[in-house]
């Protein structure tokens, strides 16, 4: 009898619950606005496009910085219209109002709903300013399809932007 019960009790699952998992607490939150260009602009025929991008993140929540920019540019990618629905990967470095950097390493999908076109950028801070800290940035802009099928085609869009940054 002792050595059922014991044997019982060797067998018997615990539940041990899980440690409760803290909210990431938030190292800033920006809004802002994007204006890419692309050269030549896009059709509904692949060809090499230089595509430039300038965000200015015009309003910051944090305990030292209120805006930013961000450039890029001179990539030349084989694009259309009907390939701009994609994913990929980036680093973008961030200039901050006083001056200091964060280098954004990031992986991003684009893509298209209720005619907006929506870039999703997810990733790390791995140098400068909040360095290990996680960051999403989503810029939302218009449908880029309207123009496509005459020249020039479309040589810019404009998106909103948001951004935060966390720990």
Do not use: K
């Not at 390493?105 to 076109?117: A, K, L, P, R, W």
């Amino acid at each position: 009898m002792i050595l059922t019960v014991l044997l019982g009790a060797a067998f018997t699952v615990f539940a041990i619950p899980s440690a409760a998992q803290a909210d990431p607490i938030i190292d800033i939150v920006c809004v802002g606005v994007e204006e890419a260009t692309f050269d030549p602009g896009l059709r509904l025929f692949e060809q090499d496009v230089d595509i430039t991008s300038h965000i200015d993140y015009e309003e910051c929540v944090s305990a030292t910085i209120d805006s930013g920019t961000t450039d890029s540019g001179g990539e030349d990618i084989p694009l259309s219209c009907l390939s701009i629905l994609f994913s990929s990967s980036g680093t973008w470095e961030i200039v901050w109002n006083t001056t200091d950097t964060s280098t954004f390493e990031f992986d991003y999908t684009v893509s298209q709903s209720g005619g907006q076109t929506i870039m999703t950028l997810i990733g790390t801070i791995t140098a400068g300013e909040f360095t290990g800290s996680d960051a999403v940035m989503t810029l939302t802009g218009g449908s880029i399809t309207q123009n496509c099928l005459f020249a020039p085609g479309v040589t810019e869009n404009t998106s909103a932007v948001s951004l935060t940054i966390s720990h």
